[in-house]
């Protein structure tokens, strides 16, 4: 087989990441300003230009970085973690594929698991996690966007400041990993786990049969929120994104509630107000793209809990329709957005429809 024939093969059994345009931020608004995937990518592999985002399949390696950075988990990989469930305990197992091991639960890359990714496994009792990996520091995949380290650490910030058990990260040598990983098989398949038998797994190749695999990613239609393992009620705690309206600038437009994809800004009718609920964030920073007044900010792995914002309702004197704003504005209107943005001037309807 000639080197041009080896690299097409190659190519050919990368598993590029699966693509769910719906879900885009940029197909839901032109202004959106996410570049995740293009900046995650450690091969330049994601194109982004005013007319469409593509990939460029040639420079793909499949690493599956760009899954972790999507905050709207609109690409998805095929890659899994083993769950076992051993003596009543959940475990997880994940490795590196440059780790030299095989198996079950390795991966392209540890930097390809996002906080979905543990969210799932924690909704399924996992409480320990297994991990072996390569050598990051002269790995070409390794970004200092995407941190395998950072998250657990910001992850287990999060569990505690909400009172829920320790998720377990225990970190092995890779061969290490792989005797424990085929442990784990075998005891769940129920076989009993002399140290011959024991050695007897090891060297040769554990199928697991009756496990269950968590998919990477998979299910793009329906992902674990952080509301869906947090206790029912905590609304204060450390949260990955927090969304936050300046009350003095908003406008009062409903733009950020009109957006958002998670429900985290929504309007209540009786009060009325708008509550910003951080469990439903996901960081895709929508909200702050259709601020017209940079109102909304979203900040990252803070100790936050909800707002509401107070709204004043009342009927524009020049063109006599209702309009609401924050109440903390001292300052009472008479006008509305439009008519104050508009110097009072009187509209007629194809300047609205044009403006």
């Known amino acids: 087989m000639s080197l041009h024939e080896l690299l097409e093969k190659v190519k050919q059994e990368i598993a590029f990441p699966q693509i769910d345009a719906e879900r885009c931020v940029h197909s839901l608004i032109e202004q959106a300003s996410c570049q995740a995937c293009v900046n995650a990518c ?37 890659y899994q973690l083993r769950i076992y469930d051993y003596k009543g305990r959940g ?24 906080l979905p990714e543990f969210l799932k496994v924690y909704a399924r ?81 554990v199928i697991g049969q009756g496990m269950e695999a968590v998919p990477g990613g998979t299910e793009l239609k329906k992902c674990i929120e952080l509301s869906d393992v947090l206790p029912e009620g905590s609304t204060e705690g450390i949260f990955p994104h927090v969304p936050r309206i300046d009350p003095r600038e908003c406008l009062g437009c409903d733009a950020c509630v009109n957006l958002c994809p998670q429900g985290a800004i929504v309007m209540q009718d ?65 006008l509305c957005r439009i008519c104050t943005d508009s110097g009072r001037r009187k509209w007629n309807l194809f300047q609205v429809l044009d403006s």
């Open 42 to 78: 450690p091969n330049g592999a994601w194109l982004l230009d005013d007319e469409q985002l593509g990939l460029d399949t040639q420079a793909c390696d499949g690493c599956g970085i760009c899954v972790a950075a999507c905050p709207q988990s609109a690409i998805a990989h095929d």
């Open 125 to 205: 009792g996992v409480r320990v996690l297994l991990v072996t990996r390569g050598n990051c520091t002269d790995c070409d995949r390794s970004t200092a966007s995407q941190s395998f380290d950072l998250l657990l650490e910001n992850y287990r910030r999060l569990l505690g400041s909400h009172g829920l058990p320790a998720l377990s990260v225990r970190e092995y040598r890779p061969y290490e990993w792989q005797a424990r990983n085929q442990l784990l098989a075998l005891e769940s398949q129920g076989q009993s786990v002399s140290r011959r038998g024991f050695l007897r797994g090891v060297a040769g190749e």
């Open 91 to 114: 475990i997880a197992v994940v490795a590196c594929e440059r780790a030299g091991v095989s198996g079950d639960g390795v991966i392209p890359c540890l930097h390809a698991l996002a």
């Open 270 to 334: 009786q009060p009325l107000r708008y509550t910003v609920d951080p469990r439903h964030c996901n960081g895709c920073g929508l909200c702050v793209d259709v601020c017209d007044a940079r109102a909304v900010s979203v900040t990252d792995w803070v100790h936050a809990s909800g707002q509401t914002i107070e709204l004043r309702k009342d009927r524009c004197q020049a063109c006599g329709v209702p309009f609401y704003y924050p109440k903390a504005q001292e300052a009472e209107r008479s």
